[in-house]
C-alpha cells in the first residue's frame, strides 16, 4: 500500500500543487470581493474562501506526503558535496 501511495504521490505531484494554486486563487478572489464595491458578491465570497481554504489544505496534505514518502536524500547543504 505505501508503495502505491508513493507511486501516486511522485507521479501526480503536480495534482496538489494546481489544487494549492487554485486555492490560493480563490481565497485571493474572495478577498477582493470582500470590498465595498462587491457588497452583493459577499456570499459567494465566503464559499470562495471555504473552497480556496479547503484547496490549499489538500495541497499540503499532498506536499506533506511527497516529503514523508520521498526517499531520496535531503540536499546537501551550500559548500558540502553529496556522500561525504
Known amino acids: 500500500m505505501r508503495e502505491f501511495f508513493r507511486l501516486l504521490v511522485h507521479k501526480y505531484g503536480w495534482v496538489h500543487l494546481s489544487l494549492g494554486l487554485l486555492g490560493n486563487t480563490a481565497f485571493f478572489i474572495g478577498s477582493v470581493m470582500f470590498l465595498p464595491s462587491f457588497a452583493s458578491w ?3 465570497a465566503v464559499w470562495l474562501f471555504i473552497g480556496g481554504s479547503f484547496f490549499m489544505l489538500i495541497g ?5 506526503l511527497v516529503n514523508v514518502l520521498d526517499d531520496t536524500p535531503i540536499a546537501p547543504k551550500l559548500g558540502q558535496e553529496r556522500g561525504k
Open 42 to 44: 459577499k456570499t459567494f
Open 60 to 64: 499540503a496534505i499532498g506536499q506533506l
